[in-house]
């Protein structure tokens, strides 16, 4: 027994680094021991843990919400009390906001584990799937759902780990790269595809260009499915034909995905167990995948050249995602690979000011606001570097821009950013 207690501890302390933000952790189906650490875990810890088994009956998101509820209840009482009040009006959005509520009273203040075993049992369903996608978006900080999953769930796992709302374990090794699939030296691999999603959009099989298309809505499948690990038939025609009644949206699918392999000469979606997938014998080069993975290694506590890795994470963002492209599922995607990309401006930014290039780090600033202007945040830390540079009138004068563009918007200055505005012309 003490052995295996000696190869839970690194898995046990790999976890407990990322206790502190609100975020998914899975532990990879390919780790030996999933059942041990999620036991070892409901054993006394310095921090609350809540437990939740998914059931047979666990099909749709009624019926997860209402075991979660009835179960966790039973551990923290009072639990789920937001959820219940919206309970009649059962509303998507309505649920993630009541759900997202009752997490951030769960742990008192405290970091916690909300434990989700057994996840595979939701694989058929895709409101679960989808609703705890969203749930993502709005965890308080210090809440962790862990999954133990015999497959990997149908989430978009690049974008949650580029916005720093998801992690893979497989035992203690956080998961940087072939996220949905782990390869190995010996796999048998019969074409390469270059995908390049970050800006227009485009592929290359076996080093040429792919041309012949036939329109737009290949190529995007091919995207789309690039996204998660599992993809079922009712989730593309949602995300492509939602206008369409079920059976015209079912038809004009297969004719896409007939020239989606007519496009790449092979049969880049295979169908298994009620999902898609991109095929196994392919070996997909992904330049999201490729910025998300030195994501991962820049803000590894361990490295010894994380700059390294936000320099290498800025080169390959080209552009946001599919630029030109405004489907509701691609700006979902291209707002979380842009919030990774303005982290590894700043973050770069910071280093320059630390090692005593300021005008560089005012660079980035500056492009990390071209990017996204909205968060002030960003206009605080320019206008601060202004005052280091002892350039007070161009951060006064950014001020009063910020001022003026968020009145025509109808917002207003937050008061941290107004108090640097004070201690200039004070």
């Known amino acids: 027994m003490a052995g295996i207690s000696d190869l839970l501890k690194p898995i046990l302390h790999e976890i407990e680094k990322f206790l502190q933000r609100g975020r998914f952790l899975l532990l990879h189906p390919e780790s030996s021991y999933r059942s041990l650490v999620v036991a070892a875990l409901l054993q006394d810890r310095a921090y609350p843990v809540f437990y939740y088994a998914l059931g047979v009956e666990d099909t749709n998101l009624t019926a997860f919400l209402n075991g979660l509820v009835h179960t966790i209840s039973k551990q923290k009482p009072g639990f789920g009390s937001h959820v219940l009040q919206k309970w009649n009006l059962f509303d998507f959005n309505t649920m993630v906001d009541a759900l997202a509520s009752d997490l951030a009273e769960l742990g008192n203040g405290q970091p916690f584990i909300l434990i989700l075993d057994e996840f595979d049992r939701s694989d058929s369903a895709d409101d679960i799937q989808y609703f705890l996608e969203q749930i993502a978006n709005v965890l308080p900080d210090g809440c962790t759902i862990l999954i133990n999953s015999r497959t990997v769930p149908r989430l978009s796992w690049i974008a949650l780990m580029a916005k720093e709302r998801g992690i893979m374990l497989k035992d203690a090794h956080l998961i940087k790269e072939n996220f949905y699939r782990l390869r190995t030296a010996a796999d048998n691999v019969d074409d390469v595809i270059e995908v390049f999603a970050l800006g227009p ?23 789309y499915a690039l996204d998660r690990p599992a993809i079922t038939r009712s989730e593309i025609c949602a995300a492509f034909w939602p206008d369409l009644d079920n059976d015209q949206a079912v038809n004009v699918f297969h004719v896409t995905k007939r020239r989606l392999h007519k496009a790449l000469s092979i049969d880049a979606l295979v169908h298994e167990d009620g999902h898609y997938r991109i095929a196994p014998n392919l070996r997909v080069e992904y330049d999201v995948s490729d910025f998300v993975s030195q994501l991962l290694n820049s803000r590894e506590i ?11 994470a800025l080169e390959i963002y080209s552009d946001p995602f599919l630029l030109g492209h405004h489907d509701p599922w691609i700006k979902e995607r291209r707002s979380d690979f842009q919030a990774g990309y303005l982290e590894a401006l700043t973050r770069a930014a910071e280093h320059k000011i630390q090692t005593n290039h300021p005008e560089q780090a005012l660079r980035l600033f500056q492009k990390a606001l071209q990017t996204d202007g909205s968060q002030q945040a960003l206009h605080r830390n320019l206008m601060n570097l202004y005052i280091t540079l002892g350039r007070r009138s161009e951060a006064v004068s950014h001020f009063r821009k910020l001022e003026k563009t968020l009145r025509q918007n109808g917002d207003a200055i937050a008061p941290e950013t107004a108090a640097i505005y004070q201690q200039i012309i004070s």
């Open 302 to 312: 361990d490295n010894p050249d994380p700059f390294g890795a936000l320099q290498s």
């Open 201 to 223: 959009g485009f592929v290359l099989l076996n080093d040429l260009p792919i041309d012949t298309w036939e329109g737009h809505l290949p190529r995007l499948l091919f995207f």
